[in-house]
C-alpha cells in the first residue's frame, strides 16, 4: 500500500469519472472529490439502546475527518440485539449477524478504494463484525467503541433484570415492579451497564489497540464520548497518512495483551468466541487456551457485575481500561503498537500525565467511592482470573466458564444430568419447577451448527432467580452464555451435539462432574451410579452406535448457509 494518502482513490477516479458524478449527486463538490475519502461505517439506528446514538458519534467522526483536510462518507449496517430475541427463534440468528455484518461492511469497503475506514459501534456481534472486517480489508482503520448506558435505579443492588423478568414469565410479577422496569432498566443509549458481552468487546477494542485510549465504556452522557469520537477521526487521516494499517496493530502481542486484559476484567466468555474469529482474519489461530493460561496468572481486578457488586460507569470513573492496563503493564507487551502510532507503553505514560485519571476518581468522589473499591491494585488481588477452559469426556476439545461467577461451593460439583435438546425446553422446566437442585442441567442442539450457538440468559436468568436452584444446580450446554450469566454455567461444550460430540449423547441421571479448579468436565456415572472413566466410554460407545439425533426445525437462508459452514465455538465460531 502507498504512503502517499490520495493514490488509492484518485487512481480510480481518474480511470471512470463517473465515481465523481455519483459523488456529486450525494451533495460533494469538485474539492472534497480531492481529497482523501474515508469510509465511516456505523450500526446505527432504532434496534436498540447500543445503536440508537451511533449516528451522533458518526457526526462527530466526520467533523474530526474535515479538520484533517479528509472527506468523509457515511454508510451504515444496523446490527440487532441479543435482548429482544429471548425467548424465541430469533435468537438463532444473533451470532449469525456477527458474519453478516463483516461481510457488508467488507462490500463497502471494497467498492472503492477507501483511503481510511473508522468504524462506530458498542455492542455484542457489532463490535466483533467491525474488528473482523478491520482486519480483513486492512485499511488505516480506527474503531470508536460507543460507551456505557447510565446506571438504572438500584442497580448495584441487585440483579433486577433476572428477577424481574423471571418473575413476569411466572406470572408472578408485581405489576407496578414490571413497569418500573420497563421504565428505567435502559433509562439511555449505550450499552447495558454490566461486564457483559458489549462492555467486554468495548474493552477488547481498546486493549488490542483499535481505539483511543479511555474511549472503552465512557458513560454516554458525558460530552466526553463525542471528544473522543471528533479525536478519533483526526487519528484515522494521521494512521492513513504514516501508512498504519490495521493488521500493523493486530498483532499476537495484541491479542495476548487483550486476553490479559480480559482475565484482569472478568470479561465475558463470549469474548473467547470473538477474539479467536478476529485473530483468524489476520492469519493467526488464537489458542483459547491462551485464555486460560493469563486466568492461572493475571491478577483479578474489577469489581463489577456480574461478577462483582459496581457497574461500568463507575468503572470507567476508576480509570476504565488503561488503569487495568497500568495495574498489570509488567505482564503487558508495551511495545506493540497502537492507533496513535504509539506503543501501549507510552500511551499509558501520556493518559497518567493528561490527568484522566484524576479526573475520573473526581467523579467517583460523587459516589463516595474511591477507585480501588472499582479497581483494585495489582497487588491487593486475592484471585488471579476469570475464565478457564475445561476438558474431558464430555467436551474433548473443550468447554468455557467464567468462574468469578461462580460461588465457592460449586467450583467443584457432580449432579445428575436433566437433558434438554433446546433452550425453550429447559426453561420451560425451570418455571414449572421440574428442574430438581444439585442437577446438571444440560442444554444441547444449540451450538453453531446446531441452531447458530443461541445464549441461555433466559435459562440461566430463570435459574439464578429460583433461589432453590440458584446456589445448588449447574447447567452445562453447547450453546452460548450471555455476559450477565452468573453461576455454575459451563458452555461452548465442544465437539457441539449436532457435530456428534459426547454431549448428545448424555442422558437422564448421568453423573457429570464439574472440577474448575483442575479444569475437568466428565460424565463419571451412568443411570445415577459412579462408574470408571473406562466403563463410561464403553457405555458412550455403545450409546453412539444406536444414536439417532432428534428431528430439528428446517432451516432456511442466512442460518441454514451459517450453520452448514461454522467452525467449532474453540475456534471462533465463523463461518467458513
Not at 50 to 75: M, Y
Not at 188 to 199: L, R, V
Not at 504 to 525: F, K, M, Q, Y
Request: charge should be negative; aromatic fraction near 4%.
Amino acid at each position: 500500500m502507498t504512503n502517499d494518502p490520495q493514490q488509492r482513490c484518485a487512481k480510480n477516479r481518474a480511470a471512470w469519472h463517473q465515481i465523481d458524478a455519483l459523488r456529486m449527486g450525494t451533495n460533494w463538490s469538485e474539492e472534497d472529490t480531492e481529497l482523501p475519502q474515508v469510509l465511516v461505517e456505523d450500526v446505527a439506528g432504532d434496534s436498540h439502546p447500543g445503536s440508537g446514538h451511533l449516528h451522533e458519534l458518526t457526526e462527530q467522526v466526520s467533523i474530526g475527518l474535515w479538520q484533517s483536510d479528509c472527506r468523509p462518507a457515511q454508510f451504515h449496517v444496523t446490527d440487532i440485539c441479543d435482548g429482544w430475541a429471548m425467548g424465541h427463534d430469533g435468537m438463532n440468528y444473533i451470532l449469525p449477524s456477527r458474519e453478516l455484518i463483516a461481510d457488508m461492511v467488507e462490500i463497502h469497503a471494497s467498492v472503492l478504494p477507501w483511503d481510511a475506514l473508522v468504524l462506530v459501534s458498542s455492542c455484542d456481534k457489532s463490535i466483533p463484525a467491525h474488528l473482523k472486517v478491520a482486519a480483513r480489508v486492512n485499511l488505516p482503520t480506527v474503531h470508536v467503541p460507543g460507551g456505557s448506558m447510565r446506571p438504572g435505579p438500584a442497580m448495584s443492588a441487585s440483579d433486577l433484570t433476572a428477577v424481574t423478568s423471571t418473575k413476569a414469565s411466572k406470572g408472578e410479577g408485581d405489576p407496578r415492579e414490571i413497569r418500573d422496569f420497563r421504565l428505567t432498566g435502559c433509562p439511555a443509549c449505550g450499552a447495558c451497564q454490566f461486564m457483559g458481552t458489549a462492555s467486554t468487546m468495548q474493552c477488547m477494542s481498546e486493549a488490542l489497540g483499535l481505539a483511543l485510549p479511555g474511549n472503552a465504556l465512557t458513560p454516554t452522557s458525558l460530552k466526553q464520548l463525542g471528544r473522543t469520537a471528533r479525536q478519533a477521526g483526526r487519528a484515522a487521516a494521521v494512521m492513513m497518512r504514516r501508512g498504519i494499517r490495521a493488521r500493523d496493530i493486530l498483532t499476537q502481542a495484541a491479542f495476548e495483551n487483550a486476553i490479559k486484559v480480559h482475565a484482569a476484567m472478568a470479561g465475558s466468555t463470549n469474548a473467547l468466541l470473538h477474539l479467536p474469529a478476529i485473530a483468524h482474519e489476520c492469519g493467526i489461530e488464537l489458542d483459547v487456551e491462551l485464555f486460560d493460561k493469563a486466568s492461572r496468572t493475571v491478577p483479578y481486578l474489577t469489581n463489577v457485575q456480574p461478577s462483582g457488586q459496581y457497574l461500568t460507569e463507575p468503572l470507567w470513573f476508576a480509570g476504565g481500561v488503561p488503569r487495568v492496563q497500568m495495574e498489570i503493564r509488567d505482564l503487558l507487551d508495551l511495545d506493540a503498537i497502537t492507533i496513535t502510532g504509539k506503543t501501549v507503553g507510552e500511551n499509558l505514560d501520556d493518559v497518567e500525565k493528561d490527568g484522566f485519571f484524576e479526573r475520573g476518581e473526581r467523579y467517583l468522589a460523587n459516589y463516595s467511592l474511591d477507585r480501588t473499591d472499582v479497581i483494585r491494585r495489582a497487588a491487593d488481588a486475592k484471585s488471579t482470573g476469570s475464565v478457564a477452559v475445561l476438558k474431558g469426556n464430555l467436551a474433548p476439545e473443550g468447554a468455557v466458564v467464567k468462574y468469578t461467577a461462580v460461588a465457592p461451593e460449586m467450583m467443584q460439583h457432580c449432579g445428575a444430568a436433566r437433558v434438554f435438546n433446546s433452550e425453550e425446553q429447559a426453561h420451560d422446566a425451570v418455571l414449572k419447577d421440574q428442574i430438581q437442585p444439585g442437577c446438571v442441567v444440560v442444554i444441547r442442539y444449540e451450538g453453531p451448527r446446531g441452531s447458530g450457538m443461541p445464549e441461555m440468559l433466559m435459562t440461566t436468568g430463570a435459574m439464578a432467580a429460583t433461589p432453590e436452584l440458584a446456589a445448588t444446580t449447574a447447567l452445562v450446554t453447547d450453546g452460548r452464555f450471555s455476559g450477565a450469566t452468573k453461576g455454575p454455567c459451563i458452555g461452548h461444550v465442544s465437539p457441539e451435539a449436532e457435530a456428534g460430540g459426547p454431549i448428545a449423547l448424555v442422558e437422564d441421571d448421568d453423573l457429570i462432574e464439574i472440577d474448575i479448579p483442575n479444569r475437568s468436565l466428565h460424565i463419571v456415572g451412568i443411570e445415577g451410579q459412579r462408574s470408571s472413566l473406562d466403563d463410561v466410554d464403553r457405555v458412550l460407545q455403545t450409546r453412539q452406535a444406536a444414536h439417532a439425533p432428534p428431528e430439528q426445525k428446517p432451516k432456511t437462508g442466512v442460518l441454514k448457509r451459517y450453520c452448514e459452514r461454522a467452525v467449532s465455538p474453540m475456534k471462533g465460531a465463523y463461518a467458513l
